[in-house]
């Protein structure tokens, strides 16, 4: 009988301590664990049609952080992503929703998201904001935050630079790119950025998700 005792009491401290496993755990990639969520936005698509997020509700999300004038980490990123499409998609289709929001809105315009899109042959949807008002893009700043990313503009002397909209001098992005996959519930379960990319442990990943 004390045997017994003592085996429910050190059942009980693993479970306490929060040695067993769960589903988070079992992410490949980053795991989220507070219960993180997003604030509603409104944005525009590449077709200058407004998107509301409220639309994602009940719908396992990959948000994608990118920026079109990248060449690191972002067209290998959106090329996976395309495969991955390729993958669940039309057998997921009513239960998985692929977003694109630009961290260089001052230089990616609708047309900028259109003709990048274009290049990959993707059609998911590409999101940004309307041209600013007296440099006011706190909407963005909001999102980029809800998702941890981390998005610094840095001053350039090279001439192949593009001035965004709204910005006066030529510049780089340095920031956090990757995807962060939100569950049906709607909050945030797991990152994958450059550091830790690997697209089977994404698809693993997004298996175990769609079945939660």
Same mark, same amino acid.
């Given at each position: 009988? &004390?045997?017994r005792?003592?085996? !429910? /009491? @050190?059942l009980l401290? #693993?479970?306490?301590?929060?040695? #067993?496993?769960?589903?988070?755990?079992n992410?490949a990639? %980053?795991?989220?664990?507070?219960?993180?969520g997003?604030? %509603?936005?409104? #944005?525009?698509?590449?077709?200058?049609?407004s998107?509301?997020?409220?639309? =994602?509700e009940?719908r396992?999300?990959?948000?994608n952080?990118?920026l $079109?004038?990248c060449?690191?980490?972002c067209?290998?990123?959106?090329?996976?992503l395309?495969? *991955?499409?390729?993958?669940?998609?039309?057998?997921?289709?009513?239960n998985?929703?692929?977003?694109?929001?630009?961290?260089?809105?001052w &230089?990616?315009g609708?047309?900028?998201?259109?003709?990048? @899109?274009?290049?990959?042959?993707?059609? !998911?949807?590409? /999101?940004?904001t309307?041209?600013?008002i007296?440099?006011?893009?706190?909407?963005? %700043?909001?999102? +980029?935050?809800?998702?941890?990313?981390?998005?610094? =503009?840095?001053?350039?002397?090279n001439s192949t630079? *593009?001035e965004?909209?709204?910005? $006066?001098?030529?510049y780089?992005?340095?920031? $956090?790119?990757? *995807?962060?996959?939100i569950?049906?519930?709607?909050?945030?379960?797991v &990152? +994958? $950025?450059e550091?830790? !990319?690997? #697209?089977?442990?994404?698809?693993?990943?997004?298996q =175990?998700?769609? &079945?939660?």
């Amino acid at each position: 009988m &004390r045997h017994r005792v003592i085996s !429910w /009491l @050190m059942l009980l401290n #693993l479970v306490v301590a929060g040695c #067993l496993s769960s589903d988070s755990d079992n992410y490949a990639g %980053e795991s989220i664990y507070s219960d993180q969520g997003f604030t %509603e936005f409104e #944005l525009i698509d590449s077709g200058n049609n407004s998107f509301n997020s409220s639309s =994602l509700e009940g719908r396992v999300v990959i948000v994608n952080f990118f920026l $079109t004038n990248c060449h690191n980490a972002c067209p290998t990123i959106t090329s996976d992503l395309k495969l *991955i499409e390729q993958s669940f998609f039309p057998a997921q289709e009513d239960n998985l929703t692929i977003l694109s929001i630009t961290v260089d809105p001052w &230089r990616d315009g609708p047309e900028d998201l259109l003709d990048y @899109m274009n290049y990959f042959n993707v059609s !998911w949807t590409h /999101l940004t904001t309307v041209e600013f008002i007296d440099g006011d893009f706190s909407k963005m %700043e909001q999102i +980029w935050s809800d998702f941890g990313v981390t998005v610094v =503009l840095t001053e350039s002397e090279n001439s192949t630079s *593009i001035e965004g909209r709204g910005h $006066t001098v030529y510049y780089d992005v340095e920031h $956090t790119n990757g *995807i962060v996959i939100i569950g049906k519930d709607g909050l945030q379960k797991v &990152r +994958w $950025t450059e550091d830790n !990319w690997d #697209l089977e442990g994404v698809k693993s990943d997004l298996q =175990l998700i769609l &079945r939660e």
